[in-house]
């Protein structure tokens, strides 16, 4: 039997990495309150959805989560419902209210002040200086992660100026906003000291970091002060976008230890017409001399990219310039998606949804198939090499999980505890998606 338990959380988070930055935030300021995690929503006095809303798929089951929470609330009225994230936008707040008339609370994304307030006024115990000292100094991570959290994300640019036409982004996290450096630093700095190994920068674009601050200082700037952090041994960031990714940036890369040599640019579509369409600013030429410059400056730099397939018009010839621009960069990750109208972009107001899903689904496959191979194939290139890897967790299977400089995962053997340790791994095993080995 459940156990309603007061000053419980429960988060169920989904969609981006910036989510789960998110996240860990609200986790932290909650526990700082006095707050503990709760396994299952039921057992919890606050539960908390942050929302994705960047396809049909996550918004889908964003609303799926949200019902049975009706139901939870009429058996034990105390409990809190918090909405996060990219659901939540000034513009639909009204629908939403009327929605959803049980959620209690609703917080824009990156933005904990709501529910700040609302737990405030339910206990009206946090004083002003402890709420500002949560949100502006306080734990970067929770209690309940500090003894185990070995990566964590550090958003450094908010929302997006960009507007490629399939984006909801921009409507719903807002212009473009770079954190200043030294507050950046100072979070750096606190989730080193408890514990974290690996810190990964986020922005939506971001290369851009800090050309809307004074000064400008910039992202390479950024990657060498953490890089003076002696507790951190990684740095990772993303993500990227063709045309802002500079040669002082890579540079940057190449020269820091540090800094993993992992690149995420997606290139959406390898035909300059769909590129032209989704309002890009690059063509197919343009992210091959891009990939080209990644390699030449960083030769073992992993690259990721993002494909959408299925785009409004998107022809079975114009398809195939992706197929072909993806075999021939044999890039190490490809994260495709098949195109859904969102509404409020610019694609959706003025473009047809005119791809049949079934045909968005076999090209999607196409894509997957292809770059599965690729996978297998690079990482079979690594069989018996050993490499290094920055251990996680411990797996279920009583092996250590942890990721390469280059982000591929590893689960090895190892005795002894591994744990935010770098261990040099042989490895035994590849796959597509996998590394298995042992401790060299
Ligand atoms: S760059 Fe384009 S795809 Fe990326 S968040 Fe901005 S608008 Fe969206």
Redesign the pocket.
């Known amino acids: 039997m459940m156990v309603f338990v007061e000053r419980t959380y429960h988060i169920w988070t989904i969609g981006c990495q910036m989510n789960e930055a998110d996240s860990r935030k609200v986790a932290a300021q909650l526990e700082a309150l006095g707050y503990a995690p709760a396994r299952h929503a039921e057992e919890a006095s606050l539960v908390v959805l942050n929302t994705c809303v ?1 396809r049909q798929q996550a918004e889908d089951r964003a609303v799926r989560r949200l019902h049975p929470l009706k139901a939870l609330k009429r058996k034990k009225p105390g409990t809190v419902i918090a909405l996060m994230g990219c659901m939540v936008s000034p513009r639909e707040l009204p629908e939403l209210k009327q929605r959803f008339p049980w959620v209690d609370v609703f917080a824009p994304p990156s933005d904990t002040a709501p529910l700040l307030d609302h737990v405030e006024a339910a206990h009206g115990k946090t004083r002003r200086a402890e709420r500002d000292a949560i949100q502006d100094g306080g734990p970067v991570l929770p209690v309940s992660q500090q003894a185990r959290a070995v990566t964590a994300y550090v958003p450094v640019v908010l929302g ?5 036409t ?5 409507g719903r ?1 807002g212009r ?1 906003r770079s954190r200043p450096p030294e507050e950046i630093l100072r979070e750096a700095r606190r989730l080193a000291d408890q514990g974290v190994r690996e810190i990964t920068l986020l922005g ?2 971001v290369d851009r970091y800090g050309l809307d601050l004074d000064g400008k200082p910039d992202l390479a700037g950024l990657l060498e002060q953490i890089s003076a952090i002696p507790e951190v041994l990684r740095i990772r960031f993303l ?1 990227s ?1 063709p045309n802002w990714l500079t040669d002082r940036l890579l540079d940057a890369v190449a020269r820091l230890p540090k800094v993993c040599p992992y690149i995420e640019v ?1 290139f ?1 579509s390898g035909n300059d017409e769909i590129l032209a369409r ?3 600013g690059y063509t197919a030429d343009d992210y091959r001399r891009l990939v080209g410059r990644i390699r030449e400056k960083i030769p073992d730099a992993a690259v990721l990219t ?1 494909i959408i397939v299925g785009f409004p018009g998107e022809t079975e010839a114009q398809f195939m310039d992706s197929y072909r621009l993806l075999d021939e960069l044999r890039l190490d990750v490809a994260h495709v998606a098949q195109y859904s109208v969102r509404p409020g972009t610019v694609a959706a107001r003025t473009m047809d949804d005119d791809v049949p899903p079934e045909e968005k689904e076999r090209r999607w496959q196409m894509l997957e198939n292809r770059q599965t191979e690729i996978q297998a194939e690079k990482n079979a290139t690594l069989l018996g090499r050993t490499v290094e890897v920055l251990a996680e967790e411990r797996a279920k299977n009583g092996r250590w999980r942890g990721r390469t400089p280059q982000n591929k995962l590893v689960f090895f053997e190892g005795d002894g505890d591994w744990l935010g340790r770098e261990a040099s791994v042989t490895l035994d095993w590849t796959g597509p998606f996998t590394l298995i080995g042992h401790c060299a």
């Open positions: 960047v997006c100026s960009h507007g490629c399939f984006c909801v982004i921009p996290r473009e939506q674009i993500t976008h997606p959406q989704m309002k890009r993002d």
